[in-house]
Every structure is written in structure tokens, then in C-alpha cells.
């Protein structure tokens, strides 16, 4: 089909992280917090509500307080918390090196050609396809992905032809897709 090339850059595989985590972790990994705040929340409620008519029990107010500016601080937080920590993992003590990538659509593979390693990939082995806020994702295992990037795609037409084309050569990635076009 056509030939990609692009320089493969840490915010690529970060957001490539981000997104995996928001989509495919585990519902344990990505809502705890907000379960832990939600039941703290109703316990101080509780508190407030059984004293109430007596007096005005100053622990549940402060209580409730400090849930709700730790809710704040969760929501303004935890993306750059996030984006942090997977940066820090991938260079891992070393400096990352970008590096030019190219991709190539072909009639029966994916032919990808980074620094001196060539693979092909058919597309029989695409496991699925995702489209996020920063790129399409797609997934040649659970966890592992060539990543093509918004800022390389030179309108939406563009990026879509591709989906479009993918979708085409591996009917199981229509059943498997989380689209959000």
C-alpha cells in the first residue's frame, strides 16, 4: 500500500503505555482510588449523619475535606504521575535514543525496519486494532504494538485509509477494535 517513515520518539511509547493502561488494565489497577475515595466518602457521611442531631461531629467535616481535595489531587495528578513513571521505564537508566522507523504496507505483511532489524508481520497476527487520542495502535501481541502517530498522518483521511486498510486484510480486527473515530 504505502510506505511510512517517522522518527520514534519516548512521548510515542509513553502514550502507547497511557493508553494500554486506560484501555486494557485491569479495572483493579485503574479504579482503586476512586473506590477507596468513594468508600471513605460514604463513611464519613455516615458518621456526620448518625451524630448530626446531637452535635456537629468536626472529624466527619474534616474527613470528608481531605477526601475530596485527595479526589482533586488524584484527577490533576495521575496522568503526569503515569507519563513519569513509564518515561523512567523505558529509558531505564539510559538515555533514549530516537530513531527513525519505517513501516511498510505491504500485500500479505507489515514490513518494519528499525535501525538494523527487519520483521514481517502478517496480518493474520494482528491481534487488534486501537485508535487513541495520540495515535492508532496496532497490536501484534496483548501487550506489544507498532505505534503510528497523529503528527505523522498528514490529514484524518489519511489515518483513516490506513484503519480502513487493515481492517480489509484481517477480518478478526474488526471483532477485536475499540474505535473511537
Excluded: C, W
Excluded at 517517522?6 to 493502561?21: G, P, W
Excluded at 495520540?134 to 507498532?146: D, F, K, M, P, V
Aim: glycine share 2%; hydrophobic share 40%.
Amino acid at each position: 500500500m504505502n510506505e511510512i517513515k517517522y522518527i520514534q520518539k519516548l512521548e510515542d511509547q509513553s502514550n502507547f503505555s497511557l493508553h494500554h493502561h486506560h484501555f486494557y488494565g485491569s479495572k483493579y489497577q485503574k479504579y482503586y482510588p476512586e473506590i477507596f475515595l468513594f468508600i471513605t466518602t460514604i463513611i464519613s457521611v455516615v458518621i456526620f449523619l448518625t451524630t448530626f442531631p446531637e452535635e456537629i461531629n468536626s472529624f466527619a467535616i474534616v474527613y470528608l475535606f481531605l477526601n475530596i481535595l485527595y479526589y482533586v489531587y488524584l484527577r490533576f495528578t495521575r496522568k503526569r504521575r503515569l507519563i513519569k513513571y513509564f518515561n523512567k521505564f523505558y529509558t531505564a537508566g539510559k538515555e533514549f535514543i530516537e530513531s527513525e522507523l519505517t513501516i511498510q504496507f505491504e500485500d500479505l505483511y507489515i514490513l518494519t525496519q528499525y535501525k538494523n532489524i527487519e520483521s514481517k508481520i502478517p496480518y493474520e497476527n494482528l491481534e487488534r486494532l486501537s485508535i487513541g487520542t495520540e495515535a492508532i495502535y496496532i497490536y501484534i501481541s496483548n501487550i506489544q504494538a507498532l505505534i503510528l502517530p497523529n503528527r505523522i498522518f498528514s490529514s484524518p483521511i489519511e489515518s483513516k485509509a490506513i484503519v480502513d486498510f487493515l481492517m480489509e486484510k484481517n477480518e478478526k480486527i474488526k471483532a477485536t477494535s475499540k474505535l473511537s473515530i
